[in-house]
Every structure is written in C-alpha cells, then in structure tokens.
T-cell receptor, first 115, second 116 residues
Framework: DTAVSQTPKYLVTQMGNDKSIKCEQN?????MYWYKQDSKKFLKIMFS???????INETVPNRFSPKSPDKAHLNLHINSLELGDSAVYFC??????????????FGPGTRLLVL | AQTVTQSQPEMSVQEAETVTLSCTYD???????LFWYKQPPSRQMILVIR??????QNATENRFSVNFQKAAKSFSLKISDSQLGDAAMYFC?????????????FGTGTRLTIIP
C-alpha cells in the first residue's frame, strides 16, 4: 500500500551511460515532481507535471528528460551521465484540490552514484 | 524569487526536553504555504506539519507545533518531549499559492540530535 514508490532505490553506473528512474503514486494525485538532493543535503526542484503536462522546468540540463505516460507515473531519464549527477533523486506528488491539497508527499528516494 | 533560511545547521536537545528550530523566508506573495519535513537516516522525507499563510492560528500536530509570525516572515518548529526517534534532518519549505508555482523551496536543513 505504498503511496509514492520509486525504482530503483540504488543505482550505480558509469559516466556516459543512460539510466532511468521510475516513479508511481497510487494516491490519485494529479501533480508530480522530481527533486534532486545533493551531497550537502540541499533539495531543489527539477520538474513538475500536472495531468501529464510539464508545468515547471527549473533550468535542468536537457540530458534530463521527464516522461509522464499517465497521471500516476512520472519517470526520469538521464542521458550521458556525469559525475555531478550523483545525488539522491526524490519523486513527490500532491493533489491540487481537496483535503491535503498543496502538500507534497515524497517517495523513498533513489540514490544515484556515477563512477 | 522566494528564499528559505535555516540558520541553525545543527541542534541538540536532551531527551524529554523541548527544542525550537528556526526558519525565516522571503516572499512578496500574500498566499502561500509553509511546511516542516523530517528526514531520518532512512532518507525518507516525512511531512511533520503544515501552515497556511491565511490562517492566524499556529498549526499543531501532537508534540510538534509552529510559531508562525507572518509579518516577520518567521516559521519556527517546536518539538516538545523530544524522543530518540525525533533525531533527523529537519527541512523548512515554502510553497507559493498561485497556479504554476507549486514547487517547494527548501531551506538548507537543521540536523537535530537527541541526547539520551
């Protein structure tokens, strides 16, 4: 009965590779997000999707491409991985109306290590 | 742009005592939301408490309460009767109220240690 899930939880890969992180929420929310947490624990928004439409793109390199096949899923694909991409990536979701609206609920995070 | 400042990188408190974590923010918006999230070593981001800017009453959730001072743009978190399980990084976060501004802007976090 996990609310927001991410796969994989850990990802170790070589520089230059392409990788994807998947996110699914079963809360019925219509907005989903990707955040990056760097080695100093600072959290920053990357993307936001509302009903499969891109709402926020915070000057993220175009090697990062989010894909939302439906309201419940928001995947993150990263091309040509670089050392600086090593971080924890969090998916989150929120309802835009009703109880709990405006509150974001986070997945468990994916720790990405680029060697 | 909105900014969130947490001026205490680390705090410690004796078990069963009370501790207050500070947070200030800067915004030109009148409608917004403020949150405290907890991140234990498991790295899961857990919502602790939320406050709507239009509400004058301070939010409380069991042992957690906030002191929301809108004019001063201050949003501190008070943890009463601290427990060992409260040890974590605590992040203050701001969310604008208008459509298209749904992102959370986080502070740099406060690492809270509980001393048994």
């Amino acid at each position: 009965d996990t609310a927001v899930s991410q796969t994989p939880k850990y990802l170790v890969t070589q520089m230059g590779n392409d990788k994807s992180i998947k996110c699914e929420q079963n809360l019925g929310h219509d907005t989903m997000y990707w955040y990056k947490q760097d080695s100093k624990k600072f959290l920053k928004i990357m993307f936001s999707y509302n009903n499969k439409e891109l709402i926020i793109n915070e000057t993220v390199p175009n090697r990062f491409s989010p894909k939302s096949p439906d309201k419940a899923h928001l995947n993150l694909h990263i091309n040509s991985l670089e050392l600086g991409d090593s971080a924890v990536y969090f998916c989150a979701s929120s309802p835009t109306s009703g109880r709990g609206s405006k509150t974001q609920y986070f997945g468990p995070g994916t720790r990405l290590l680029v060697l | 742009a909105q900014t969130v400042t947490q001026s205490q990188p680390e705090m410690s408190v004796q078990e069963a005592e009370t501790v207050t974590l500070s947070c200030t923010y800067d915004t030109s918006e009148s409608d917004y939301y403020l949150f405290w999230y907890k991140q234990p070593p498991s790295r899961q981001m857990i919502l602790v408490i939320r406050q709507e800017a239009y509400k004058q009453q301070n939010a409380t959730e069991n042992r957690f309460s906030v002191n929301f001072q809108k004019a001063a743009k201050s949003f501190s978190l008070k943890i009463s009767d601290s427990q060992l399980g409260d040890a974590a990084m605590y992040f203050c976060a701001y969310r604008g109220g208008r459509l298209g501004n749904e992102k959370l802007t986080f502070g740099t976090g406060t690492r809270l240690t509980i001393i048994p």
